[in-house]
């Protein structure tokens, strides 16, 4: 499973790549580049229920005293980054969304 870091440095080669194409809109429907969006978001959210699955599991093994505080820590904390970052890249789209509903036709 590709790391945050990985699928951020993904997201760039791709807008990299968009950039360089050719006319708008022409490129976009012939090669279909949305199929490379959307697997880095599936992606993107899949590790991010990787990472809640595994603090959750931590977390219940601290609760237990199977597990030290430090890896309880660590694992909630990095379940809250994968969220942060998964809000984020949704806000993002649906301000793009936005964005191209008021572009006139």
Partial sequence: MPSAAENITSAIAAYAKAAKGGGPGIDARDSAPGDDFANLVKGAIRHAVKVGEESERLSMAGITGQAELSQVVTAVAEAELALQTVVA????????????MRMPM
């Fill in 89 to 100: 890249v949704r806000d993002k789209v649906i301000e793009a969304y936005r964005e191209i």
